[in-house]
Antibody, heavy 115, light 107 residues
Framework: EAQLVESGGGLVQPGGSLRLSCAAS????????TSWVRQAPGKGLEWVAS????????SYVDPVKGRFTISRDNAENSLYLQMDSLRAEDTAVYYC????????WGQGTMVTVSS | DIQMTQSPSSLSASVGDRVTITCRAS??????LAWFQQKPGKAPKSLIY???SLQSGVPSRFSGSGSGTDFTLTISSLQPEDFATYYC?????????FGQGTRLEIK
């Protein structure tokens, strides 16, 4: 069964950093674009970043450009999101999702940015 | 950026009802349109991709249609487990954007 499992969330102070991970299993990870999507408490879904199958292309939503970095390790079947200079407005559940059509989602990991 | 607008924002319906949710893109997205279902405290679940293709395992009472700027998600006969929030999303270009969501509640 295809599955994605996120980890790495937690409480961090404004200006701090956090690295999220997403472990893939049950499918050929290296064959899919993969993305991060977030959802602030009580709000809708917001696409954050995507990375091509081989890591050669990356794209970000404007509010995170220059602060977040998406990467992947196909040998480890893993996706990452390095989040620096965190702000209160980055507080959200972060999901990873598979493919151009976001066909498979992980269960999410909560990131709270607060002093 | 392409803006996605869903209507209605909320909807009350009864088990057995036929329900339609619409999604409009601010400019054409061809058929690069997906629909998701989300229940409280859970991750979104993919229902429809490429505007009208049903994801594996999704009941056939769900269907999608449209192309260009106007799209619909139809549930032919509501079941108790269908009460949730539904989102449309385009994936034609970056930035990918979602609609604001439609909350489907029990009447």
């Amino acid at each position: 069964e295809a599955q994605l499992v996120e980890s790495g969330g937690g409480l961090v102070q404004p200006g701090g950093s956090l690295r999220l991970s997403c472990a893939a299993s049950g499918f050929t990870f290296s064959s899919y674009w993969t993305s991060w999507v977030r959802q602030a408490p009580g709000k809708g879904l917001e696409w954050v970043a995507s990375i091509k199958e081989d890591g050669s292309e990356k794209s970000y939503v404007d509010p995170v450009k220059g602060r977040f970095t998406i990467s992947r390790d196909n040998a480890e079947n893993s996706l990452y999101l390095q989040m620096d200079s965190l702000r209160a407005e980055d507080t959200a559940v972060y999901y990873c999702a598979r493919g151009n059509d976001f066909s498979i989602w992980g269960q999410g990991t909560m990131v709270t940015v607060s002093s | 950026d392409i803006q996605m607008t869903q209507s209605p924002s909320s909807l009350s319906a009864s088990v057995g009802d036929r329900v339609t949710i619409t999604c409009r893109a601010s400019r054409g997205v061809m058929n690069y349109l997906a629909w998701f279902q989300q229940k409280p405290g859970k991750a979104p679940k993919s229902l429809i991709y490429a505007a009208s293709s049903l994801q594996s395992g999704v009941p056939s009472r769900f269907s999608g249609s449209g192309s260009g700027t106007d799209f619909t998600l139809t549930i032919s006969s509501l079941q108790p487990e269908d009460f949730a929030t539904y989102y449309c999303q385009h994936y034609k270009t970056f930035p990918i954007t979602f609609g604001q969501g439609t909350r489907l509640e029990i009447k």
